[in-house]
């Protein structure tokens, strides 16, 4: 069965375009696709400013009872796509046979008074009366590890920028541990963690360029920034 729904039709904001399984995104100041096929390989081929980054962005992968993530390479079935300015957001139905089902939303924002970022909102629902849904959410930027400082991460830039990301408490929890493939360093991980039928839960990242030499401060201030906020609404 072909993991894209033929009845897909090109749509655009100001923001996003959507070609197939392929989104592209198109702010005045963050540029990327997404393979809408493969989301555990992020926003890629990204551009700040009209600068060219080495990296990717907002990276999901679901997580097995067991506690093995997935094969990056292997294609999820995608549900629904769609755009609503700001918002891509893709449906997918039990990816890669995990007893759920996630929704994912990529934003682009404007943080900490005008800062490049994108937000990452997963939705995780599942149809059983019990189910250990786990999901991870990961970056990689300027071919540095990601580090713990606080309750963010940080990825330190040899140039003129760093990258920095957030939760709320209670949403993700960081780790450190290496995983699959080219990526080593710290990311976001929620679960395995019980769940039934009937719940939702809804897990957000929040990233952004900053300063290199202000990263430290500007982690804490996403982290407060993203706090004082409603939780994202989602199906």
Known sequence: MSAV???WQSSKSDFWQLDGSRAILHAARLRGAIDLLHPC???TG????GSALVGWLMAVDVVATDGCGSPCDQPWQIADVYIRGRDLVATYREPLEQPFNLQLYWRI????????????I???QTPLWEA???VTACSSMFETPAAIVGDGLIAAGQGKWSYVEATRRGDFAPAAAERQGEFAGAYWRFGPQFME????RRLQVRGAFVPRDTAVRDAG???QELAKEEPALTA
Do not use: F, T
């Open 41 to 43: 390989r992020g926003l």
């Open 109 to 120: 924002i404007d943080a900490l008074d005008g800062a490049a970022g994108l937000d990452l």
């Open 5 to 7: 729904k033929a009845n």
């Open 122 to 124: 997963c939705s995780i």
């Open 132 to 134: 250990h849904p786990g």
């Open 197 to 200: 039928k009937g719940v939702i």
């Open 46 to 49: 990204m551009c700040i400013d």
């Open 221 to 223: 201030r996403l982290a």
